[in-house]
């Protein structure tokens, strides 16, 4: 079985400050994808990383993915109220179909 | 376009007692997954459907939940006799090429 894990999880900042949450596993991942979930909704996709040491932005957020395809972080600058969320990682078991599974998350809370 | 739906978006019952779940995928999307989310974890994997066929069910207990997809669209899933630890959030998601996946809201469910 594929473990994903995610570290903190739990996380509490001041506007304004930078964070980095981190995506972890044993095993080799085809790919990763991070998700945030606001309270009372399902998860939203943010980014797919595909290729070892990529390197995605997406305004103030900056994913990586691990040269070895087994870790992943998600680096936010300048945090904002509206980045509170559960921010999830998510890659496919190993095998043909695409079957996926999901880290436990980090919980942010950004404080104006 | 609109996207997946879910209902209900809350339900309480007692241990014992019968619920079932419906959820509408993006039209199109051939790929149509069930998940179980309890509080303070990532969503987990109960069902995974291509079309009206089953791709995984490995974490679905069986002896007491069931989801169908009839016609490949439209899903139900069903909880028979409900336990105390099946309180959860019921996520649904459907992806047209596999690993992009789009949630509903989710369905809210207290066991008493």
């Known amino acids: 079985t594929q473990l994903l894990e995610q570290s903190p999880q739990f996380l509490s900042i001041q506007e304004g400050e930078n964070l980095t949450v981190y995506c972890n596993s044993s095993?080799?991942?085809?790919?990763l994808q991070w998700y945030r979930q606001e309270p009372g909704e399902g998860p939203v996709l943010l980014v797919t990383?595909?290729?070892?040491?990529e390197v995605k932005k997406l305004k103030r957020l900056t994913f990586q993915f691990g040269d070895a395809r087994k870790d992943s972080s998600l680096h936010i600058t300048a945090a904002q109220p509206g980045d509170t969320g559960l921010y999830l990682c998510?890659?496919?078991?190993?095998?043909?179909?695409?079957?996926?599974?999901f880290g436990r998350g980090t919980s942010l809370i950004v404080h104006p | 376009e609109a996207g997946v739906a879910q209902s209900p978006r809350y339900k309480i019952i007692e241990k014992r007692q019968s619920v079932a779940f419906w959820c509408n995928p993006i039209?199109?999307?051939?790929?149509l997954y069930w998940y179980q989310q309890i509080l303070g974890q990532g969503p987990k994997l109960l069902i995974q459907?291509?079309?009206?066929?089953?791709?995984?069910d490995s974490q679905l207990p069986k002896d007491r939940f069931s989801a169908e997809r009839l016609k490949g669209v439209d899903s139900t899933l069903k909880i028979q006799p409900a336990k105390l630890e099946d309180s959860a959030v019921y996520l649904c998601?459907?992806?047209?090429?596999?690993?992009?996946?789009?949630f509903g809201p989710g369905t809210r469910l207290t066991v008493l």
């Open positions: 039209s199109g999307h051939a790929t």
């Open positions: 998510a890659g496919p078991r190993s095998g043909g179909s695409y079957i996926p599974t």
């Open positions: 459907f291509q079309n009206n066929g089953v791709v995984d």
């Open positions: 095993s080799v991942f085809s790919s």
């Open positions: 998601a459907s992806s047209l090429y596999g690993n992009e996946q789009f």
């Open positions: 990383v595909v290729t070892g040491g």
